[in-house]
Nanobody, 123 residues
Framework: QVQLVESGGGLVQPGGSLRLSCAAS????????MGWYRRAPGKQRELVAT???????NYADSVKGRFIISRDSTKNTAYLQMNSLKPEDTAVYYC?????????????????WGQGTQVTVSS
């Protein structure tokens, strides 16, 4: 069973920085990609950033130049460094992973999601 646990959310002032962490656990054979989504109040879920095992990244236009996604392969952990935060960045942030893992005694590829962590940008 694969689990993703996010941490690092909280309250931060506009212009400040915050780093989110996502630790993946379970019998994982391969991680093809990890990423972050967010859902702001009254809005649809949107892609924030993704990182493939090959090192390619993808960012939403609204966060380019401010957010950086990275990964520590030895720990199966992804990070989202958020700089120059704005009030409109306030949302619940979700970690996701595309992995091959042991599922019901079979190695299968699938997507997994974390529970989410709240980020609030306010004075």
């Amino acid at each position: 069973q694969v689990q993703l646990v996010e941490s690092g959310g909280g309250l931060v002032q506009p212009g400040g920085s915050l780093r989110l962490s996502c630790a993946a656990s379970g019998t994982i054979a391969t991680i093809y990609a990890m990423g972050w989504y967010r859902r702001a109040p009254g809005k649809q879920r949107e892609l924030v950033a993704t990182l493939t095992s090959g090192g390619s990244t993808n960012y939403a236009d609204s966060v380019k130049g401010r957010f950086i996604i990275s990964r520590d392969s030895t720990k199966n952990t992804a990070y989202l460094q958020m700089n120059s935060l704005k009030p409109e960045d306030t949302a619940v942030y979700y970690c996701t992973a595309d992995v091959v893992a042991l599922t019901r005694a079979i190695l299968l590829r699938g997507d997994y999601w974390g529970q989410g962590t709240q980020v609030t940008v306010s004075s």
